[in-house]
């Protein structure tokens, strides 16, 4: 398994499966991983909220091990990382992505970098159709794909989205699947020019004022910050027109600051989106096995766990030029 021992020192370590897990916990053997800037960061120090040594990896696929009264061995699973108590107000309500008292795998508790792990059945879904590695993507896709939901976009909306990573670009996918006009900013060029070539998101700007002047001045009908930057996420909100909403998709640990005058005038949407619920895993999984998110334009780099204890350090410090990266578990 994959394990973070303490910042900038990742090793490889064989330990024995875990057991007294739950009676409705489902065994699954993991197929592959993919790597989040939230691996890096835990891998940098830079979580705030780890203890170490931590078993990395929560965007997961794997195959049921062994049959249960709803799955069959061998069975292609998703692996929804985020593990919610189903008592508090937010699961009651139908919001298990924001529960309370959340456990995050490979955050909050040893994530799926392993060859095999326990999860609760309900964070498990079918992937049908897939490959393992692109099941392996499906969560990251989850996360634009409920920023998207949330923001309540139409094909009528001029879209903006700010920050061109994985996360973003999953924004911008999703919110053109619905029909609307889609615009990129980003200050690395290379990325914009990225999103282009890989998959036709040609209208793009390092400026937000070129931005702006592209249609108008009138400001978008709906912007995503996906920077994980404050001062990005602050300037965000003049770009948002008159009647529009502003989605944050990123987290900061800074305080978002902005005119109230202005948000009052505009009667303006702010919208925070964390993590992805059911419905988002169902409409990826779709959307990839009808082909219309090409998996292969997103999939930087395919590695073994062997090739990750050698690389992780260059990953971090380079993955600017990374989309996805993904590192095979088993090999079938």
């Known amino acids: 398994m994959g394990v973070v021992v303490r910042p900038w020192e990742f090793e490889i370590q064989m330990r024995e499966p875990e057991t007294g897990y739950p009676p409705d916990w489902v065994i699954v053997d993991i197929c592959a991983v993919g790597l989040c800037g939230t691996d890096y960061h835990i891998f940098e120090g830079k979580h705030p909220f780890l203890e170490y040594p931590r078993v990395i990896g929560h ?73 393992t590695i692109q099941a ?38 999703f919110a053109r699947l619905k029909g609307a006009e889609v615009t990129l900013l980003d200050l690395s060029p290379q990325r914009l020019v990225m999103a282009k070539d890989r998959f036709g998101l040609d209208v793009g700007s390092t400026d937000l004022g070129e931005a702006m002047r592209g249609n108008g001045n009138d400001g978008f009908d709906v912007v995503f910050d996906a920077t994980g930057q404050i001062g990005a996420i602050n300037a965000g909100f003049e770009a948002v027109a008159h009647g529009g909403s502003y989605v944050l998709v990123s987290v900061v640990k800074d305080d978002v600051s902005f005119s109230d005058p202005e948000f009052h005038k505009r009667e303006m949407r702010l919208i925070g989106s964390r993590n992805a619920l059911k419905v988002d895993f169902d409409w990826v999984i779709s959307t990839i096995r009808d082909g219309l998110i090409d998996t292969d334009a997103l999939c930087s780099s395919l590695i073994t766990l062997e090739d990750l204890a050698d690389r992780m350090p260059s990953l971090a410090n380079n993955r600017a030029d990374l989309i996805k990266v993904v590192v095979k578990i088993a090999h079938e």
């Open 59 to 131: 965007e997961l696929s794997g195959r049921i091990a062994q049959d249960t009264a709803a799955w069959k061995a061998g069975d292609l699973v998703v692996i929804n990382p985020y593990l919610s108590c189903g008592h508090c107000r937010s699961c009651k309500r139908g919001k298990p992505n924001c529960c309370s008292n959340i456990q995050v795998l490979g955050v909050h508790r040893d994530g799926g970098m392993t060859p095999q792990i326990a999860v609760p059945a309900e964070n498990l879904y079918r992937a049908d159709g897939l490959s």
């Open 136 to 173: 392996a993507m499906v969560e990251f896709l989850a996360i634009g794909a409920h920023a998207v939901r949330r923001s309540e976009l139409s094909e009528a909306d001029r879209v903006l989205v700010v920050g061109i990573g994985p996360i973003g670009i999953g924004v911008a996918l």
